[in-house]
Nanobody, 116 residues
Framework: QVQVVESGGGLVQPGGSLRLSCAAS????????MGWYRRAPGKQRELVAT???????NYADSVKGRFNITRDNAKNTVYLQMNNCKPEDTAVYYC??????????WGQGTQVTVSA
């Protein structure tokens, strides 16, 4: 079984930066990908960024050039560095850990609010 625990999030001004963390534990040897989804009020869930165990990264078009996903294998932790935040980035962000296309664990969600 795999568990993920998120931290970070909060209130940030437009143009500001924020970093989210996601720590995985348990049967992590089965995990090949970790990433972040977000859900904004009244909108569908959106895949924000992913990173594979090999280091390959993918981003939603809406965050390319602003967000950066990295991982620390020694700590089994993935980070989402959010730069130049915009009001439309306001959402609940969920970390996940997966084996291929199968999601093994979801985080509890962390609120990010971008507002002056």
């Amino acid at each position: 079984q795999v568990q993920v625990v998120e931290s970070g999030g909060g209130l940030v001004q437009p143009g500001g930066s924020l970093r989210l963390s996601c720590a995985a534990s348990g049967s992590i040897s089965s995990i090949t990908v970790m990433g972040w989804y977000r859900r904004a009020p009244g909108k569908q869930r959106e895949l924000v960024a992913t990173i594979t165990s090999g280091g390959s990264r993918n981003y939603a078009d809406s965050v390319k050039g602003r967000f950066n996903i990295t991982r620390d294998n020694a700590k089994n932790t993935v980070y989402l560095q959010m730069n130049n935040c915009k009001p439309e980035d306001t959402a609940v962000y969920y970390c996940y850990a997966g084996s291929g296309i199968v999601v093994r664990a979801w985080g509890q969600g962390t609120q990010v609010t971008v507002s002056a």
